[in-house]
């Protein structure tokens, strides 16, 4: 079936370092990837998307790139701050469906 | 525009008792997914409505069950609770389409002694 790995954490950066969680997918066919957040004591947020082959996703300072060739989504943001501290979940989507499916989770902890 | 709203956010059962959760999507949205958080196997998909109807299914044993209402709020419901099922409850809304963006609520956090 389908599946999602993602490099585990916890991450623990310096203010203004620059972050990468790595991301692989295996899935049938072309699936929609996500990357998600969770701040404590709260739901996901939809951080950034990506639909198909070489689309880039971006938000808030993050980028993802869809590589059907290695079946990668990393996460990248070139200097993170305090509130950046969090965890994110890559998850990835059937074309023909609407069940996600999601990596384990990378908690960030960023500090001053 | 109103987000997912879940309610409630906190509850405390005992092991046996049975607990109903519920869901409000974004006005618009036909689709309602459930997740179950937990630290031990994260993320993992329950079920999916669209449309009143039970669209997906995940791995989960037959106390778990859903439903939907014609405004395409939600609620899922856990019989016979067990320890196992502490966990976080997510529900997830879309406009429905395959493929679609999932947006979630803040979550019910479930506990059972």
């Known amino acids: 079936g389908d599946s999602v790995t993602q490099m585990e954490g916890p991450v623990t950066l310096s203010e203004e370092a620059f972050l990468t969680i790595n991301c692989t997918y295996t899935a049938t066919g072309y699936p929609s990837l996500f990357w998600y957040v969770q701040y404590p004591g709260e739901g996901l947020q939809l951080l950034l998307k990506?639909?198909?082959?070489?689309d880039k996703g971006s938000n808030k300072g993050f980028e993802a790139t869809y590589r059907k060739e290695t079946t990668s989504f990393h996460l990248e943001k070139g200097s993170v701050q305090v509130s950046d501290s969090a965890v994110y979940f890559c998850a990835s989507i059937k074309a023909a469906g609407n069940k996600l499916t999601f990596g384990g989770g990378t908690r960030v902890l960023v500090k001053p | 525009k109103a987000g997912v709203t879940q309610t409630p956010r906190y509850l405390i059962k005992t092991r046996g008792q049975q607990v109903t959760l519920s869901c409000s999507p974004i006005s618009g949205h036909r689709s309602v997914s459930w997740y179950q958080q937990t630290p031990g196997q994260g993320l993992q998909f329950l079920f999916e409505y669209f449309s009143e109807t039970q669209r997906n299914k995940g791995n989960f044993p037959g106390r778990f069950s859903g439903r939907q209402f014609s405004n395409s709020r939600s609620e899922m419901n856990v019989s016979t609770l067990e320890l196992g099922d502490s966990a976080l409850y997510l529900c997830?809304?879309?406009?429905?389409?395959?493929?679609?963006?999932?947006?979630f609520g803040p979550g019910t956090r479930l506990t059972v002694l």
């Open positions: 990506a639909t198909k082959a070489d």
């Open positions: 997830a809304s879309s406009l429905g389409l395959a493929g679609n963006e999932q947006f």
